[in-house]
C-alpha cells in the first residue's frame, strides 16, 4: 500500500460515504494521513468518530488486523487507543464506491490530544509514556492474528535481510560497509537464536507523530 497515494475524494463524496455506511451526518475537519484519508465526523448523537478511507493498494488482511488489534485493546486496557466503530451492516470494514473506485472504509472513535511533536517534553512525559507503552504490550501478550505474518512487509524482523536490497542507496561508505559486515557476520547467528525464542505482535512505531498528548 505504500506503492500509492491517499485517496483525494471530496468532501461531498465523504459525506456520502459516510453517511450510507455509519450514519454519519456533519463533516467537521480533515486530518492528515500518510496512507489513508482521514475525516471527522459527528454521528446523528454528536459523537465525534474518525472515518478513514485507504488507499487503493491496501488490504482488507491488513486493516483487519489492526482493528483486531484496536479490540484487544479495549478488552484488556480501554483507553489506550481508540475503539473501531460497526457500520449501519455491522461490519468494521465496508467497501464503499468513490469516484476513485472501490475504496476499504472504517470508522474510529475520536481521541483529542496534541502530537507529541507539538508539546515540550519533561521526564513526567517521557515517564508517563513509558508506562503507556508498557501497558499496550502488556495487553498485546498472548495475542495473534494471519494478519500479523506479513512477509512482504520491510519493518518485518523476522525479514530484516530484505532491507540489503537497498543498501546501495546508503551513501556513506563506512555506514554501508558497516551494515554489509553485520549482515554477513551476525544475521545468522540471531536467526538461529531467534527460532526458539518467544513471539508476538509488538507495537514500534511510537514516534513523535503517532502519539497524542492530553492532560498535560
Known amino acids: 500500500s505504500f506503492a500509492y497515494g491517499k485517496p483525494e475524494l471530496s468532501d461531498r463524496a465523504l459525506a456520502e460515504i459516510g453517511r450510507a455506511h455509519f450514519d454519519l451526518s456533519d463533516l467537521v475537519q480533515a486530518f492528515p494521513g500518510e496512507r489513508d484519508q482521514n475525516v471527522l465526523f459527528r454521528d446523528r448523537d454528536q459523537r465525534l ?40 451492516s455491522g461490519e ?15 470508522a474510529l472513535t475520536f481521541v483529542a490530544g496534541e502530537p507529541l511533536a507539538r508539546v515540550t517534553k ?15 504490550s502488556a495487553a498485546l501478550q498472548d495475542f495473534s492474528h494471519p494478519g500479523g505474518a506479513r512477509p512482504d512487509f520491510l519493518w518485518n524482523l523476522d525479514r530484516a535481510e ?13 555506514t554501508r560497509k ?12 540471531l536467526r538461529a537464536r531467534s527460532a526458539g525464542l518467544r513471539k508476538a505482535v509488538l507495537y514500534q512505531d511510537a514516534n513523535d507523530h503517532n ?6
Not at 488482511?61 to 460497526?86: S, Y
Not at 467497501?95 to 472504509?105: H, I, N, Q, S
Not at 502519539?211 to 498535560?216: K, P
Open 92 to 106: 468494521l470494514v465496508v467497501t464503499a464506491d468513490t469516484p476513485e473506485g472501490p475504496r476499504l472504509v472504517r
Open 162 to 174: 530484505v532491507a540489503l536490497g537497498w543498501i546501495d542507496e546508503v551513501e556513506d561508505g563506512p
Open 122 to 136: 519533561d521526564m513526567r512525559l517521557w515517564r508517563g509514556l513509558g508506562r503507556k507503552l508498557g501497558r499496550l
Open 49 to 88: 468518530l474518525l472515518m478513514k478511507i485507504a488507499n487503493r493498494g491496501e488490504r482488507l488482511e491488513t486493516l483487519e488486523f489492526q482493528n483486531a488489534i484496536l479490540c484487544r485493546l479495549q478488552e484488556r486496557d480501554p483507553g489506550l487507543a481508540p475503539r473501531p466503530v460497526r457500520s449501519g
Open 211 to 216: 502519539v497524542l498528548v492530553h492532560d498535560l
Open 178 to 189: 558497516l551494515i554489509a559486515d553485520f549482515s554477513r557476520d551476525r544475521l545468522g547467528p
